[in-house]
Protein backbone atom coordinates (compact mmCIF):
# COMPACT_ATOMS: atom_id res chain seq x y z
CA UNK A 1 0.00 0.00 0.00
CA UNK A 2 1.48 3.70 -0.65
CA UNK A 3 1.78 5.86 1.92
CA UNK A 4 -0.50 8.68 0.27
CA UNK A 5 -3.21 7.82 -2.10
CA UNK A 6 -4.44 10.53 -4.26
CA UNK A 7 -6.68 10.35 -7.41
CA UNK A 8 -5.07 11.73 -9.97
CA UNK A 9 -8.42 12.90 -11.88
CA UNK A 10 -8.67 14.60 -14.27
CA UNK A 11 -11.46 17.10 -12.31
CA UNK A 12 -13.58 19.05 -14.23
CA UNK A 13 -15.97 21.89 -12.89
CA UNK A 14 -18.18 24.99 -13.94
CA UNK A 15 -16.33 28.05 -13.18
CA UNK A 16 -18.38 28.98 -9.56
CA UNK A 17 -18.24 25.21 -8.47
CA UNK A 18 -16.88 24.24 -5.49
CA UNK A 19 -13.76 21.70 -5.94
CA UNK A 20 -13.41 18.86 -3.80
CA UNK A 21 -10.13 17.47 -3.78
CA UNK A 22 -8.52 14.47 -0.67
CA UNK A 23 -6.04 12.41 -0.04
CA UNK A 24 -5.55 9.27 1.98
CA UNK A 25 -2.70 8.33 3.77
CA UNK A 26 -1.93 5.04 6.21
CA UNK A 27 0.87 6.44 8.12
CA UNK A 28 -0.64 7.52 11.46
CA UNK A 29 2.68 9.24 12.72
CA UNK A 30 1.69 11.66 9.83
CA UNK A 31 1.45 15.29 11.96
CA UNK A 32 2.26 17.61 9.34
CA UNK A 33 -0.21 17.93 6.16
CA UNK A 34 0.37 20.42 3.29
CA UNK A 35 -1.66 20.99 -0.20
CA UNK A 36 0.72 22.44 -3.03
CA UNK A 37 -0.72 23.97 -6.09
CA UNK A 38 1.55 23.44 -9.66
CA UNK A 39 0.13 25.17 -12.48
CA UNK A 40 2.10 23.44 -16.25
CA UNK A 41 5.62 23.77 -16.62
CA UNK A 42 6.42 25.26 -12.79
CA UNK A 43 7.54 23.67 -9.27
CA UNK A 44 4.46 23.14 -7.17
CA UNK A 45 4.07 27.06 -4.47
CA UNK A 46 2.37 25.95 -0.88
CA UNK A 47 -0.96 26.46 -0.35
CA UNK A 48 -1.82 25.51 2.41
CA UNK A 49 0.02 24.09 5.82
CA UNK A 50 -2.13 22.34 8.79
CA UNK A 51 -0.77 20.45 11.57
CA UNK A 52 -2.63 17.79 13.41
CA UNK A 53 -6.91 17.59 13.13
CA UNK A 54 -8.88 20.15 11.93
CA UNK A 55 -9.76 22.66 9.69
CA UNK A 56 -8.04 25.81 8.21
CA UNK A 57 -9.33 28.46 5.44
CA UNK A 58 -7.59 31.04 3.81
CA UNK A 59 -9.72 33.22 1.33
CA UNK A 60 -11.49 30.66 -1.06
CA UNK A 61 -9.70 27.68 -0.01
CA UNK A 62 -10.17 25.28 2.96
CA UNK A 63 -8.19 22.43 4.57
CA UNK A 64 -9.34 19.60 6.60
CA UNK A 65 -7.44 16.72 8.17
CA UNK A 66 -9.58 13.63 9.79
CA UNK A 67 -6.71 12.12 11.27
CA UNK A 68 -9.15 9.00 13.11
CA UNK A 69 -10.09 8.46 9.04
CA UNK A 70 -6.31 9.59 7.88
CA UNK A 71 -8.11 11.28 5.52
CA UNK A 72 -7.59 15.11 4.08
CA UNK A 73 -9.25 17.50 1.73
CA UNK A 74 -9.19 20.36 0.16
CA UNK A 75 -11.93 22.53 -0.88
CA UNK A 76 -11.70 25.33 -3.04
CA UNK A 77 -15.17 27.40 -3.48
CA UNK A 78 -16.11 29.69 -6.10
CA UNK A 79 -13.53 28.58 -8.38
CA UNK A 80 -12.46 30.47 -11.15
CA UNK A 81 -10.15 29.24 -14.53
CA UNK A 82 -7.10 30.97 -12.63
CA UNK A 83 -7.70 27.87 -10.25
CA UNK A 84 -7.09 25.35 -13.19
CA UNK A 85 -3.82 23.51 -12.00
CA UNK A 86 -2.34 20.06 -10.57
CA UNK A 87 -3.14 20.07 -6.44
CA UNK A 88 -0.77 18.01 -4.69
CA UNK A 89 -0.92 16.74 -1.33
CA UNK A 90 2.18 15.83 1.37
CA UNK A 91 2.74 15.00 4.78
CA UNK A 92 5.50 14.45 7.15
CA UNK A 93 6.18 13.12 10.63
CA UNK A 94 7.60 14.67 13.49
CA UNK A 95 11.60 14.35 13.21
CA UNK A 96 11.20 13.83 9.42
CA UNK A 97 11.75 17.18 7.18
CA UNK A 98 10.82 14.31 4.23
CA UNK A 99 7.16 14.68 2.93
CA UNK A 100 5.33 11.47 2.08
CA UNK A 101 3.90 13.33 -1.57
CA UNK A 102 0.56 12.00 -3.66
CA UNK A 103 0.57 12.22 -6.83
CA UNK A 104 -1.34 15.01 -7.78
CA UNK A 105 -4.73 15.65 -8.86
CA UNK A 106 -5.52 17.92 -11.75
CA UNK A 107 -8.19 20.06 -11.47
CA UNK A 108 -9.94 22.05 -14.90
CA UNK A 109 -12.27 25.09 -14.36
CA UNK A 110 -14.31 25.81 -17.25
CA UNK A 111 -15.61 29.18 -18.08
CA UNK B 1 12.33 38.99 -3.16
CA UNK B 2 13.34 35.51 -1.67
CA UNK B 3 12.96 32.27 -4.00
CA UNK B 4 14.90 29.24 -5.30
CA UNK B 5 16.56 29.68 -8.50
CA UNK B 6 16.87 26.56 -10.91
CA UNK B 7 18.94 26.70 -13.95
CA UNK B 8 19.32 26.26 -16.94
CA UNK B 9 15.13 25.93 -18.04
CA UNK B 10 15.75 23.11 -20.34
CA UNK B 11 18.43 20.69 -21.33
CA UNK B 12 19.30 18.68 -23.95
CA UNK B 13 21.99 15.44 -23.02
CA UNK B 14 24.28 13.18 -25.25
CA UNK B 15 24.56 9.67 -24.67
CA UNK B 16 27.28 9.04 -22.21
CA UNK B 17 27.22 12.46 -20.98
CA UNK B 18 26.99 13.98 -18.00
CA UNK B 19 25.19 17.04 -16.87
CA UNK B 20 24.79 19.28 -13.87
CA UNK B 21 21.45 20.90 -12.78
CA UNK B 22 21.87 24.37 -10.60
CA UNK B 23 19.64 25.21 -7.65
CA UNK B 24 20.59 27.99 -5.68
CA UNK B 25 18.46 29.61 -2.66
CA UNK B 26 18.74 32.88 -0.48
CA UNK B 27 16.04 31.74 1.70
CA UNK B 28 18.74 30.79 4.52
CA UNK B 29 17.41 27.30 4.46
CA UNK B 30 19.37 24.46 6.22
CA UNK B 31 17.96 21.69 4.05
CA UNK B 32 17.41 21.31 0.13
CA UNK B 33 16.35 18.70 -2.22
CA UNK B 34 15.69 17.08 -5.32
CA UNK B 35 13.49 15.29 -6.65
CA UNK B 36 12.05 14.03 -9.68
CA UNK B 37 8.25 14.63 -11.82
CA UNK B 38 7.47 12.48 -14.60
CA UNK B 39 3.97 11.97 -15.59
CA UNK B 40 1.35 9.90 -13.66
CA UNK B 41 4.21 9.40 -10.94
CA UNK B 42 4.36 12.30 -8.61
CA UNK B 43 7.24 13.91 -7.04
CA UNK B 44 10.09 11.39 -6.59
CA UNK B 45 12.97 12.14 -3.91
CA UNK B 46 16.67 11.50 -5.45
CA UNK B 47 18.59 13.11 -2.65
CA UNK B 48 18.56 15.54 0.21
CA UNK B 49 20.73 17.88 2.49
CA UNK B 50 20.09 18.70 6.32
CA UNK B 51 23.38 20.59 6.37
CA UNK B 52 26.43 21.98 4.38
CA UNK B 53 29.08 19.02 3.37
CA UNK B 54 26.60 16.22 4.39
CA UNK B 55 23.23 14.83 2.18
CA UNK B 56 21.61 11.56 1.76
CA UNK B 57 20.45 9.12 -0.89
CA UNK B 58 16.50 9.12 -1.66
CA UNK B 59 14.97 7.19 -2.95
CA UNK B 60 15.96 7.06 -6.85
CA UNK B 61 19.67 8.00 -6.06
CA UNK B 62 21.19 5.49 -8.64
CA UNK B 63 22.57 7.33 -11.47
CA UNK B 64 22.71 11.04 -10.08
CA UNK B 65 25.06 12.51 -7.69
CA UNK B 66 25.22 16.13 -5.80
CA UNK B 67 27.24 18.41 -3.46
CA UNK B 68 26.56 20.50 -0.75
CA UNK B 69 29.79 22.65 -0.38
CA UNK B 70 27.64 26.07 0.75
CA UNK B 71 24.86 26.34 1.95
CA UNK B 72 23.05 28.26 -0.95
CA UNK B 73 23.69 25.91 -3.58
CA UNK B 74 22.76 22.79 -4.09
CA UNK B 75 23.76 21.01 -7.90
CA UNK B 76 22.56 17.49 -8.86
CA UNK B 77 24.38 15.93 -11.79
CA UNK B 78 22.54 13.24 -13.79
CA UNK B 79 25.41 10.90 -14.91
CA UNK B 80 25.45 8.81 -17.98
CA UNK B 81 24.55 5.78 -15.81
CA UNK B 82 21.47 7.08 -15.36
CA UNK B 83 19.49 5.53 -18.56
CA UNK B 84 16.39 7.14 -18.59
CA UNK B 85 16.80 10.86 -17.47
CA UNK B 86 13.90 12.45 -19.19
CA UNK B 87 12.34 14.44 -16.57
CA UNK B 88 11.32 17.43 -14.69
CA UNK B 89 13.38 18.02 -12.14
CA UNK B 90 12.34 20.29 -8.84
CA UNK B 91 14.95 21.38 -6.44
CA UNK B 92 13.46 22.55 -3.09
CA UNK B 93 14.52 23.47 0.48
CA UNK B 94 13.14 24.09 4.08
CA UNK B 95 13.98 25.28 7.10
CA UNK B 96 15.19 22.12 8.43
CA UNK B 97 14.68 19.91 11.63
CA UNK B 98 13.21 22.26 14.31
CA UNK B 99 11.12 19.23 15.08
CA UNK B 100 10.20 18.37 11.59
CA UNK B 101 7.52 18.49 9.60
CA UNK B 102 8.66 21.83 7.63
CA UNK B 103 7.06 22.71 4.36
CA UNK B 104 9.14 22.77 1.44
CA UNK B 105 9.58 25.66 -1.16
CA UNK B 106 10.21 24.94 -4.98
CA UNK B 107 11.85 26.47 -7.43
CA UNK B 108 10.51 25.93 -10.85
CA UNK B 109 12.39 23.24 -12.23
CA UNK B 110 14.62 21.93 -15.14
CA UNK B 111 13.08 19.91 -17.94
CA UNK B 112 15.79 17.60 -19.15
CA UNK B 113 15.79 15.37 -22.22
CA UNK B 114 17.96 13.17 -24.22
CA UNK B 115 19.24 14.08 -27.67
Known amino acids: QKEVEQDPGPLSVPEGAIVSLNCTYSNSAFQYFMWYRQYSRKGPELLMY????GNKEDGRFTAQVDKSSKYISLFIRDSQPSDSATYLCAMSAPGNNRLAFGKGNQVVVIP | DGGITQSPKYLFRKEGQNVTLSCEQNLNHDAMYWYRQDPGQGLRLIYY???????QKGDIAEGYSVSREKKESFPLTVTSAQKNPTAFYLCASSMGLLGGGQPQHFGDGTRLSIL
Open chain 2, 49 to 55: SQIVNDF
Open chain 1, 50 to 53: TYSS
